[in-house]
């Protein structure tokens, strides 16, 4: 027995340090280092010398400072280019009404309904400065209708022309086109525009007559006016977005010796030296078609 037990004390101190002396597994952490990179613009003016330009001082664009002028720069080779865009081109359409006293002997509302619609150039002329040239043409509707055929009106009866031949009349109101050309002065202010203008424009009103054929009064002609009328307007435009506008002008002009004319007869129903005032407040929305 005593061999027994010593046998296995010695085996127990040879085997324990053999076991104690084995590699263990261990757990390995690996950690990564993350640098997270973020991007800043930065937005400043563009001090730049534009090509064909001489100049001692160099041209700073500042975006901000530019408000609504709006220019285009090319990146050449030889340097930056900056083209600024002075035409603008563009249309016109709108509604309107007009005030006659032309109207008022025949009707008991004066103010015609009416609707128009132009084309328009413009040009910047002095910093916040700006010219346009503009036509236009209008339609106005008939507030009164005198037809003899109809009823009695002040204006029934014969006329005779310088050379005696009979004019019997028919029909008269005051339905017309008018063609006009204006000239504005403009000043941009934020968003903004006000304007003073000239003009000049055509009314064409149509009186209608039986005249004679073979010495038979049996023909239907009609007398139009032609005269140009020179007057003035102002008002102001709001710019809603870049391409459109709305606009809301005044104009007042003076029909001078107004007469209605037909080439075949020389007759003039109305005295000489008479005047007739217009007045009109038009309301349209404008488009910038093209700009350069």
Do not use: C
Not at 280 to 289: A, D, Q, R, V
Request: net charge positive; glycine share 4%; aromatic share 16%.
């Amino acid at each position: 027995m005593a061999v027994k037990k010593l046998i296995l004390i010695i085996s127990f101190l040879i085997l324990y340090p053999l076991n104690a002396q084995r590699k263990k597994t261990d757990t390995l952490y690996v950690y990564e280092k993350v640098i997270v990179y973020d991007t800043i613009y930065l937005e400043k003016a563009l001090k730049v010398e534009p090509v064909g330009i001489h100049s001692k001082h160099s041209v700073i664009i500042d975006p901000i400072a530019a408000d609504n002028k709006y220019i285009t720069i090319t990146d050449t080779t030889n340097g930056i280019i900056i083209k600024t865009l002075k035409f603008d081109f563009g249309a016109e359409a709108g509604i309107g009404l007009k005030n006659s006293s032309w109207a008022k002997e025949s009707s008991e509302n004066p103010q015609q309904t009416g609707f128009n619609a132009g084309v328009w150039i413009s040009r910047s002329v002095y910093k916040r400065f700006s010219v346009m040239l503009s036509a236009h043409v209008y339609y106005w509707n008939s507030t009164f209708n005198l037809d003899a055929n109809k009823a009695e009106t002040w204006l029934d009866g014969y006329y005779f022309t310088e050379d005696k031949q009979p004019l019997l009349f028919q029909k008269f109101n005051d339905k017309h086109l008018e063609y006009a050309l204006q000239l504005k002065l403009f000043y941009e202010w934020k968003k903004f525009r006000p304007f003073i203008g000239i003009l000049a424009n055509q009314n064409v009103y149509k009186m209608q007559f039986m005249v004679p054929e073979n010495n038979v009064l049996n023909k239907l002609d009609d007398f139009k006016s032609k005269e140009i009328n020179f007057g003035y307007s102002f008002g102001i435009q709001y710019r809603i977005m870049r391409k459109f506008l709305l606009s809301l002008e005044y104009q007042e002009y003076k029909m001078r010796n107004i007469s209605l004319k037909n080439s075949t007869f020389n007759f003039d129903i109305f005295k000489t030296n008479n005047t007739f005032a217009e007045r009109k407040i038009n309301l349209g929305i404008s488009y910038t078609i093209s700009s350069w």
